[in-house]
């Protein structure tokens, strides 16, 4: 059972980097794609149904390692706290700016909105990235399971370290990555072939920086990503975008999954001492809680994946971004 919620836990982190990783592609490419106040209007409607939604998952991701592994959960939270923190605020600022762009009067309230979309959503991006690099590097984990040092220096500490800024700029690339894919199957018109060309030049660039880095550390994971990259900027070169799309998708699946993963059963690595590493049977709850969650995941879990993929469906048409003549 333990092995099953570990499963539940990082399906949860799956899908909210996926999904949500398209919303924050877009807001960060809101101003790039839209050359006017119409064309990003039209960026903004593409989320638009959907952003809320996804945000579900960052809910049940957080709800369902705490009620699983109860240790491990606070292990991150008390080592990453300030980040958090930071997260969420970033999280308020960008439904703020999605909700109220239409709420007010003139091209300027939008374009405030649109530079507050833009800005938090590449705060975010660069923060989860960070903690994910972190996530693959490990935290100050003392004998007792607890994060050492003082709550500012241990947050900083990790994320200046280089496997979180490269976590960092990894998720920038995804994002902007994902969010042109995204833009490219949603949209037409003047947006969707400029994110369609960005969504190659991405993918290209993509693939020369991974075969780079593949052949100069002889990384098989960067050569295979190469690889990737070529195959996604082959799709959306030759028009098949529902692919390309998935394909990206699939890619950052297979990475969030790959950062869970690295250290087999130890879900937390300890940077002091690999004794003090914390492992899934270490972090989890007790049997009793465990059958008690399941209870409720049984019920709650399918819904929710029904409910957005009906939501999904009915809302799958394009998004016009040329101008109707009136």
């Not at 703020?96 to 705060?123: H, I, M, N, Q, T």
């Not at 976590?167 to 042109?180: S, Y």
């Not at 195959?231 to 070169?237: D, E, Q, T, Y």
Request: proline share 4%; hydrophobic share 55%; charged share 15%.
């Amino acid at each position: 059972m333990i092995t099953l919620w570990f499963a539940l836990v990082v399906l949860c982190w799956v899908l909210f980097f996926v999904l949500e990783g398209f919303d924050f592609g877009v807001g960060l490419l809101s101003p790039v794609v839209g050359r006017d106040d119409h064309e990003r209007g039209a960026v903004v409607r593409t989320v638009g149904p959907f952003w809320d939604g996804n945000e579900v998952w960052l809910v049940a991701a957080i709800g369902v390692t705490f009620a699983a592994f109860p240790d491990w959960y606070a292990a991150l939270l008390s080592g990453l706290y300030l980040p958090m923190v930071a997260l969420l605020l970033l999280l308020a600022v960008r439904g703020v700016a999605l909700e109220f762009r239409g709420k007010g009067d003139g091209p300027r309230w939008r374009r405030r909105c649109d530079a507050a979309l833009a800005a938090a959503s590449a705060g975010i991006v660069l923060l989860w990235g960070a903690v994910l690099g972190v996530l693959t590097h490990g935290l100050a984990l003392g004998p007792d399971g607890q994060v050492t040092g003082t709550g500012l220096s241990r947050s900083t500490g990790a994320l200046l370290s280089w496997p979180a800024l490269a976590g960092a700029g990894a998720a920038l690339f995804a994002a902007l990555l994902i969010g042109a894919m995204f833009l490219t199957l949603r949209t037409t018109g003047p947006v969707h072939r400029r994110a369609r060309r960005l969504g190659v030049t991405l993918a290209t660039g993509g693939t020369a920086g991974l075969a780079a880095i593949g052949f100069a550390t002889e990384s098989r994971p960067a050569l295979a990503a190469a690889a990737l990259c070529l195959g996604i900027a082959m799709l959306a070169r030759n028009g098949r975008e529902a692919l390309a799309f998935g394909g990206t998708a699939l890619s950052i699946a297979g990475a969030v999954v790959t950062v869970f993963t690295v250290h087999g059963d130890v879900v937390l690595r300890s940077t002091l001492d690999p004794a003090w590493s914390l492992t899934m049977t270490g972090a989890a709850a007790t049997d009793s809680a465990l059958r008690l969650i399941s209870v409720v995941g049984v019920v709650v879990l399918p819904g929710v994946l029904v409910y957005q993929a009906f939501s999904y469906w009915v809302f799958r048409r394009r998004v016009a971004s040329e101008r109707v003549p009136s």
